[in-house]
């Protein structure tokens, strides 16, 4: 049950900003919505993902259907497939110089022109399948979860409604906004990539890419903001561990 840290760290928040200060009723909206986060269905997730895609898809720079890049994404998704699990995956290009990728739980699949820049296609292949191994194995939920929790906190919605009921085109930007950047745990990012790997094999696809994918970032400016490789196990270890199971060849 881990919503209850949650909920009192919403409380201890507000004692420190002083009894004057605090409005018992945000307060408890929060607590309560914070709550509700953590309880979030199946269904409920994927409504969530659909409203904040479409809120993230109004904010970005879309590749036009004729582009390089989205002419090179048909490519790629044609390879990879049109769905993770009986979920249809719908695939777009964001124009920005950002090296990021990301998948929902509804199939939205976004892939950012920074990484397409750096990566070649068997590269792009492998992440793209990185990310679909995050739907496929549930922990898009969990990351909805957290970015809920934490709009919830920030704007203090309320919890009467349903969750497609409560929350404005701003408050669902912000959610999107929170999803993409939501840390996945060593052991996700580990399954993952796993995931990837599996299902390059399965469609026909050189895996290679998936290692050399981690060796070009591993290669990339410490310093720099890399997006999609924020806080995400060693690109090294990512890389050989790839390159033990192709020599291994399973």
Known sequence: MKFRPVMLSLFAASLVSGCANVNTDTLMQSGAQA???????????????????EEMDKKAQIAPDDSEYAQRLKKISAALGDNINGTPANYKVYLTKDVNAWAMANGCIRVYSGLMDMMNDNEVEGVLGHEMGHVALGH????????????????????LGGVSATLSQSQLADLGEKYVNAQFSQKQESEADDYSFDLLKKRGIDPTGLATSFEKLAKMDQ?????????????????????????AGK
């Open 35 to 53: 709550y509700q986060a953590y309880t979030l269905s199946d269904a409920d997730v994927k409504t969530l993902s659909v409203q904040s895609c």
């Open 223 to 247: 310093g720099s903001s890399i997006g999609w490789f924020d806080d995400h196990p060693s690109s090294e270890a990512r890389a050989k561990h790839i390159r033990e199971r192709i020599a």
């Open 140 to 159: 898009t939920r969990k990351a909805m979860q957290v970015a809920y929790s934490a709009t919830a906190a920030r704007s203090a919605i309320s919890s």
